[in-house]
């Protein structure tokens, strides 16, 4: 099926996808990390959508991409953490979703799904996750200052685009920001790559998730990921037991933008449903691990009964 794209109440524009599976089990939302389009999630759900035909369930699936993101106009007020979650509800009031409601997030998806999941408890039946942003000041704060570090390279450069789309020549400065920040400085990979530094099959790499997207809509989000406004929100929201016991979270025991040692401390003591570590992975292999998208499908498929 084609993207396609939904006005939203205050005149943002989402692209999305739903893949329809035919008098579904359940459907199945995926909520993006920072930045990426849905495209991030191409992987995972192609290992889940076999696992589940092959199980004989059958599935509904809901890509979006944030407001102002992909080949939609620009933004016409600052994006916001609020409007997200918004987007999210009156997206499938749109394509009548009901039933069984499961959301997958990964990073800022993670408190996009906590945040929904706790708002309509009711309406989400389960959240997985794969690199939790967890909202208590220690990580908040840490992954502030990753975007404020990546915002400080790069306002200047894109501010001087902001009427352009992203394209082999715009995205080169983004890029080469997001190498500095999520390759050499947040994470432990191989030295000898580290070195060899930045190049232009990165900068094609990082276009497939951020095509067409407007260099407006990048700075907006950015000032908001980076604002007070954000850290108060996340860090002063009030989760209750029952949001943590219906999440699964699986965490990179390198992951060095939302550090492991917090975030595992943090799901102990919420007493998530289960907490599973990866030896050797980082904040956003679930784009590119077979094994993590494995076991992500399976938990997400736990549980699921046919409708009769």
């Not at 208590?136 to 400080?152: I, L, Q, T, Y």
Request: hydrophobic share 40%.
């Amino acid at each position: 099926m084609q993207d396609a794209v939904y006005e939203t109440r205050d005149g943002a524009h989402v692209r999305f996808k739903h893949v329809r599976g035919g008098d579904p089990a359940a459907t199945v939302v995926f909520l993006n990390g920072s930045f990426f389009n849905h495209h991030q999630w191409d992987l995972l759900f192609s290992r889940l959508n076999r696992r589940a035909t092959g199980n004989g369930t059958r599935l509904d699936y809901i890509f979006m991409d944030y407001r102002g993101f992909g080949d939609v106009p620009p933004l016409s007020r600052p994006f916001t953490f609020g409007a997200i979650q918004a987007d999210v509800l009156e997206l499938l009031d749109k394509e009548q979703v009901h039933g069984d409601v499961r959301l997958v997030g990964s990073s800022l998806g993670s408190l996009v799904g906590l945040s929904l999941l706790e708002r309509l408890p009711g309406r989400f039946s389960s959240l997985v996750v794969y690199g939790l942003v967890a909202p208590v000041m220690p990580v908040v704060r840490h992954v502030r200052e990753v975007f404020d570090r990546m915002k400080g390279q790069v306002a200047g450069v894109l501010s001087q685009h902001g009427g352009d789309r992203l394209d082999q020549a715009s995205i080169t400065p983004l890029a080469r920001a997001m190498w500095d920040t999520f390759v050499v400085q947040y994470s432990r990979t191989a030295p000898a790559v580290k070195a060899r530094g930045f190049t232009d099959a990165y900068a094609t790499y990082i276009l497939k998730y951020m095509r067409c997207t407007p260099v407006s809509t990048i700075l907006s989000f950015l000032d908001c990921i980076t604002s007070d406004a954000m850290e108060k929100d996340v860090t002063s929201a009030s989760f209750s037991p029952g949001t943590f016991q219906r999440t699964d979270v699986f965490h990179g025991v390198e992951d060095l933008v939302t550090p492991f040692p917090d975030v595992k401390s943090f799901c102990e003591g919420a007493g998530v449903r289960s907490f599973r570590p990866f030896q050797g992975k980082g904040h956003t292999d679930v784009i590119l691990d077979g094994g993590i998208c494995d076991a992500i499908a399976g938990a997400v498929l736990s549980g699921i009964k046919e409708p009769t």
